[in-house]
């Protein structure tokens, strides 16, 4: 196979080679594609609050053109209620894999306010619900996404 370039994933989605506006269409087609995350008993535990005003939220960058709220579920059994939240999180990787992928930075946070019971009913977020992640969507400078270069190699040791 010499001659062919190797192309590995991880290159293919951090080198975009353009940038997809961001709006709630294109959100909505990459959430498609990451609901694929695992999740105990195929129960996918999640659901999506979409701030086409990312201003409406505290302390959000000026760059930021929209949110996505990731909500996980609260539940009475201890062990669900962990392996809900850990695949609400595995969904969000998957959202800021694919993002890149769009040219868009997706950073996630999870601020003092997305605790906070008043500020959770403005956004539809019930007693019985969490926040998992809020990301942040910008446009990725395709300049800088272009230089970043994977390893080689990755090395590690088995013990």
């Known amino acids: 196979m010499s001659g062919i370039p190797r192309l590995s994933a991880l290159?293919?989605?951090?080198?975009?080679?353009?940038?997809?506006?961001?709006?709630?269409?294109?959100?909505?087609d990459l959430l498609n594609d990451a609901v694929w995350a695992p999740n105990d008993e195929n129960r996918e535990p999640w659901r999506f609050v979409y701030a086409a005003d990312p201003r409406a939220l505290p302390d959000v960058p000026d760059s930021v053109e929209a949110c996505l709220i990731v909500v996980a579920p609260l539940s009475p059994d201890p062990a669900k209620q962990i392996?809900?939240?850990?695949?609400?999180?595995?969904?969000?990787?998957?959202?800021?894999?694919?993002?890149?992928?769009?040219?868009w930075n997706a950073t996630r946070t999870l601020e003092s306010w997305?605790?906070?019971?008043?500020?959770?009913?403005?956004?539809?977020?019930?007693?019985?619900?969490?926040?998992?992640?809020?990301?942040?969507?910008?446009?990725?400078?395709?300049?800088?996404a272009s230089e970043r270069q994977a390893a080689d190699s990755i090395r590690f040791d088995l013990f």
């Open 83 to 103: 392996e809900d939240f850990a695949a609400c999180c595995c969904l969000a990787e998957n959202v800021r894999l694919l993002a890149l992928a769009q040219g």
């Open 114 to 144: 997305t605790r906070t019971s008043d500020r959770l009913s403005e956004w539809g977020i019930g007693d019985n619900e969490r926040i998992a992640a809020v990301l942040e969507l910008s446009p990725l400078a395709i300049e800088a």
């Open 11 to 28: 290159s293919a989605i951090a080198a975009p080679s353009s940038v997809r506006p961001i709006s709630e269409n294109a959100v909505l």
